[in-house]
């Protein structure tokens, strides 16, 4: 009994069209004994409305017919049929080549000559039913597709609108800026990061995830939160480094990475620093001399692959000259391919800083050699290139005070609290990161955030620099003296024993205004202060600028004891 029912429903309905009665009655027989339910008509009119009605799965038409010819009844049915395949086979007792052509020509899918052969016409039915069977079949295999695409898309407008608005573009419109940014499809495998630090500075990353599209873009949302983040809070470039290092080793499944390089420009853009792991060199051009003063090649892991105890984070600094030009590029431009899929390469890229081109015409004159060599051929990778120009007289105060604002704490209006540092707290912690987070959200305070950063910054710079460790500012007026200045820090910190520093800060809260009293004192030796004028003119040079910035911010500056103490009172009006 089931067997019959399927079978029912898997019976074919077979439309017979023919003037003459006998040829209908053997045609009918032929396929009802082979399965198939059978309908007739006698001229092309009569097949076009069975056609209409019962939508049969094959037909058989005969040419020559009163009323409507099979001509014109195929025409008329392929028409209605549309999309759906709807197989005819033409019967006929015409054997001329032109009239056989024209039954295809209107629609036709074969043809059988009288007198007919059980055989071939089941044959070709047979056929002809299971090609209408494929048809369908891909058909409604193509039409969910078409859904599930369409609903695709939607789902990755809406994400890329989210995505968008977490991995924003932050400060790459700073006019010292230019970059092209280039994805092969609507997700970037590439990440291209800026932000200005508290100081005024900016840091900058460049990431290149595993892979192209939605899956290499989603490790870039947890990267992009976490560098504005730790920027906002004064984070140097190795603790940024860390932290990203830190999350994608714990999200990321073994098989995919992060190439990346983060780097920090001073306030002045005279000092760069850098940390590189995977990416293709960075180029550092000298807008002087017109050539390449450095090429960095990578010398660590990609971030993601070992933990941050096998993390090397050694950094690059260097003392770049105004106008210097830095460029960071992901490999989508060496890999750029040309119509005969030979690579763009390291050679071409390097030659276009050869040609002594002034530094304002470098990165378009780039980005033209690429475009040149490349063609007509379409992008194979995701395509990244920046150029930050090493002069600060091209920004606006406006934008070097792009800080982004947080909602303030309840915290009270009057308090104090201390902190002692000794060695292992100099290198492990961002002390002046902390206490500007931690301050700022005072009701109030958030607006003057850069002004205790450079604050906290300088007086705990100096107490660790100049108390603690006993270096000389006036080392970064020698050639390359920020450089040694740097260095000669690294290895006092390593090779220190003891010493101190600790940080008291006092908060009180008037009526109309607010006070925020600072005191560092260090452990060092102190230095004879009576003669310290705190001169903004000292500003302009290479050592000592940090103390008279410090004095123009604040109500009151004073050394204290040995001079190996500072206080400083940083006083605001409150909102109305």
């Known amino acids: 009994m089931g067997n019959s029912i399927e079978n029912d429903h898997l019976r074919k309905l077979a439309l017979v069209v023919d003037d003459d009665a006998v040829n209908r009655m053997i045609l009918e027989g032929m396929l009802s004994d082979s399965g198939y339910d059978v309908i ?17 799965d094959v037909i058989l038409m005969d040419i ?28 006929t007792a015409v054997t001329d080549e032109d009239e056989l ?8 899918d074969d043809f059988l000559t009288k007198p007919y052969s059980k055989v071939i016409i089941m044959a070709k039915v047979e056929a002809m039913t299971r090609m209408s069977d494929l048809y369908a079949t891909t058909k409604r295999q193509r039409d969910e597709i078409d859904i599930h695409n369409e609903q695709m898309l939607a789902e990755q407008k809406v994400a890329k609108k989210i995505y968008s608005r977490v991995v924003h573009e932050g400060c790459l419109d700073t006019p010292n800026l230019k970059y092209i940014l280039s994805p092969l ?35 870039a949302v947890p990267v992009s939160d976490l560098f504005y ?56 051009y000298s807008a002087e001399n017109k050539k390449l003063k450095h090429v960095v090649r990578s010398t660590n892991f990609p971030l993601g692959v070992v933990d941050n105890v096998q993390l090397k984070t050694d950094v690059h600094i260097f003392d770049l000259s105004k106008g210097d030009r830095v460029y960071l590029y992901s490999d989508g431009i060496t890999e750029a391919k040309n119509k005969e899929r030979e690579e763009f390469g390291e050679e ?30 379409e992008q194979s990778d995701d395509l990244t290139l920046l150029e930050i120009n090493a002069d600060v007289n091209v920004l606006n105060d406006e934008l070097l005070e792009k800080v982004v604002s947080t909602a303030t704490l309840p915290y009270p209006s009057n308090w104090n609290m201390n902190m002692m540092l000794n060695k292992r707290d100099f290198i492990e912690t961002n002390p002046v990161s902390i206490l500007t987070k931690f301050t700022t959200q005072v009701d109030g305070l958030m607006q003057h955030r850069e002004n205790i950063f450079i604050v906290l910054s300088e007086l705990y710079n100096n107490a660790l620099d100049h ?102 009172t940083y006083q605001w009006k409150k909102s109305s």
């Open 348 to 377: 071409r890229l390097l030659s276009c800083f050869e040609k002594g081109k002034s530094a304002d015409d470098l990165f378009d004159d780039i980005l033209e050699t690429v475009n040149d060599f490349r063609g007509d051929e």
């Open 229 to 284: 983040e730790l920027t906002e809070n004064g984070a140097t470039v190795d603790e940024i480094v860390l932290e990203i290092n830190s999350k994608l080793k714990n999200i990321l499944p073994p098989e995919f990475f992060f190439c990346a390089c983060v780097c920090n420009f001073s306030n002045d853009y005279r000092l760069f620093t850098m940390w590189h792991g995977g990416l293709p060199d960075v180029l550092i």
């Open 185 to 219: 499809s609507i997700f970037n495998g590439d990440l291209l990061l800026a932000a200005c630090t508290p100081s005024g500075g900016l840091n900058i990353l460049l990431g290149d995830a595993t892979g192209h599209g939605l899956p290499a873009a989603i490790g």
């Open 64 to 91: 020559m017919m009163p009323v409507m010819d099979g001509y014109q009844a195929t025409q008329q049915i392929k028409t209605l049929a549309g999309e759906r395949f709807v197989p005819i086979i033409f019967l």
């Open 40 to 56: 007739t008509a006698e001229n092309g009119q009569q097949a076009i409305q069975q056609y209409v009605d019962h939508q049969p």
């Open 467 to 568: 108390g603690v460790l006993g270096l000389d500012s006036k080392l970064k007026s020698e050639p390359d003296g920020f450089l040694t200045y740097i260095t000669l820090r690294q290895e006092r910190l390593t090779d220190l024993t003891d010493g101190h520093i600790v940080i008291s800060l006092e908060h009180k809260m008037g009526d109309n205004q607010g006070e925020l009293i600072i005191n560092i004192a260090d452990s060092g030796a102190g230095f004879d202060y009576g003669k310290q004028t705190f001169l903004m003119e000292n500003n302009m040079d290479n050592s000592g600028r940090g103390m008279p910035l410090v004095k123009s911010l604040c109500k009151e500056l004073e050394y204290l004891g040995e001079g190996n103490q500072v206080r400083a």
């Open 101 to 108: 052509a024209r039954c295809v020509r209107v629609g036709g």
